[in-house]
């Protein structure tokens, strides 16, 4: 199982139990992040911050050791597409998953969508077995996702779901590891948001709590 990010925080706000889920199964879990906080945007000691975050999430999840591509975060909009393209096939096909999480195409951060499309240019139908890979799915992210504009085949339309019950505690238990991004009560990202979101997306197939998602492409 790979899950993309394009920032470390994504993965967990939008598939961190359904992640907690497959480990649980035994699935060997994967965890790709495109871009970086870095310098003189951010200064030395929040980077330092921020790594260790990722490291200590890293461990949460039993991922070994996460493939940080390095690009620039909110610059990837300026970046060559194909070299995004490139370092995510690269990723990709040294993993060989069967499914792969990404970012969704709506979201209102540039750096979503340019991963998005680079991860579906990257997994198109018929290059998706040469890759290992059998299902594409995209997830949400709060305050990215659901801030994005109303433009028409845009907005975020989940037809899969997974109840993550059982995991959901130690979801939060994880997005708060992430403490340079941590947001409280009323903003999007707190935790009683996160919890909200998934009991509406639990009540639309009658569990406690879910995960949504969109499924992009599956090839069987």
């Not at 995004?84 to 209102?108: E, F, K, N, S």
């Not at 579906?120 to 659901?146: C, I, N």
């Not at 989940?158 to 991004?181: G, Q």
């Not at 909200?196 to 995960?211: D, K, M, N, P, S």
């Amino acid at each position: 199982m790979l899950a993309i990010s394009a920032h470390p925080d994504d993965e967990t706000l939008g598939c961190g139990g359904t992640l907690l889920k497959h480990r649980a199964a035994g699935n060997r879990l994967h965890w790709v992040i495109v871009t970086s906080a870095h310098r003189p945007q951010w200064p030395v000691a929040v980077l330092r911050r921020k790594a260790a975050e990722v490291d200590r999430v890293a461990k949460a999840y039993g991922v070994r050791r996460p493939v940080q591509l390095g690009f620039p975060s909110t610059q990837l909009d300026v970046m060559p597409a194909a070299s995004l393209i490139a370092a995510l096939r690269q990723a990709i096909g040294a993993v060989r998953p069967q499914v792969v999480y990404v970012v969704h195409h709506g979201d209102v951060h540039g750096d979503h969508r340019a991963v998005y499309e680079a991860a579906t240019a990257v997994l198109k139908s018929f290059r998706m077995a040469a890759l290992g890979v059998k299902r594409l799915l995209s997830y949400e992210t709060l305050s990215s996702t659901d801030a994005a504009p109303p433009d028409a085949g845009r907005a975020f339309a989940p037809n899969v779901f997974t109840d993550v019950t059982p995991y959901m505690e130690r979801k939060l238990k994880v997005i708060a590891l992430y403490r340079s991004e941590a947001q409280r009560d009323p903003l999007p990202r707190a935790a009683s948001a996160i919890r909200a979101l998934a009991r509406v997306r639990g009540a639309a197939i009658g569990v406690r709590y879910a995960e949504a998602f969109t499924l992009i492409r599956e090839v069987r």
